[in-house]
């Protein structure tokens, strides 16, 4: 016998109505696919995760790269989140921070679990899918850790107005550029 919709309000779920500044959201909880290592329990506490593959060109052809990135410390920073301690000193130039770098983050602050993509297979081919390292059928973990997977944190190039000028910040943790590991089917 299958859940019916009106057993759906019986579970609470928090989250937010703007930016998650202060990452407490259930998002970064373990409440996620594949966040517990128990999978019995795993399964009865969390939805199954989604499975996606990888986009293709408008002519249907897989991307032959790839990167993971992440824009925790652009949510990270002063000027966005409400942290009180340390927050993520994110300009390098146009304006620049006293200490540029300082206080970014990755897994976030205050954030308990910060899910990553891992990817499975099945009779279709390969599919993406987004949780924890836990996940039953995973082939591919990519560090098993949002640490991992995201990589370090990278000096972005923004053109300012006026034109000719602009202004570095390191928005996004992101990964070296490497061969497409999920190619669509």
């Known amino acids: 016998m299958g859940l019916v919709a009106s057993q759906s309000l019986a579970v609470k779920i928090g989250g ?4 998650d500044g202060d990452f407490d959201s259930a998002s970064y909880n373990f409440n996620w696919p594949g ?5 019995t329990a795993d399964r009865l506490l969390h939805p199954t995760s989604f ?11 897989n991307f032959s790269q790839m990167v993971f990135e992440s824009d925790i410390s652009r ?15 994110r300009h390098f130039a146009n304006p620049a921070d006293p200490d540029p770098g ?14 990553f993509y891992s990817t499975g297979e099945n009779a279709s081919g390969c599919f993406w899918q987004e949780g924890g390292p836990y996940i039953p059928g995973t ?17 972005i190039h923004y053109p300012t107005a006026p034109f000719g000028t602009i ?16 190619p669509a089917a």
């Open 35 to 39: 966040s517990i290592s128990n999978t």
């Open 75 to 89: 949510n990270e920073s002063d000027d966005t989140a409400f942290r009180v301690d340390v927050p993520c000193q």
């Open 102 to 115: 300082k206080g970014c983050v990755n897994p976030p602050p205050n954030s308990y679990f910060y899910p």
């Open 16 to 19: 937010c109505l703007d930016i």
């Open 167 to 182: 202004t570095k910040r390191s928005n996004d943790f992101r990964s070296n550029i490497t061969k497409n590991p999920c």
């Open 139 to 155: 082939t591919n973990r990519f560090g098993g850790s949002a640490h991992a997977e995201y990589g370090p944190l990278r000096v």
């Open 51 to 61: 499975h996606f593959t990888s986009p293709t060109t408008v002519g249907g052809k």
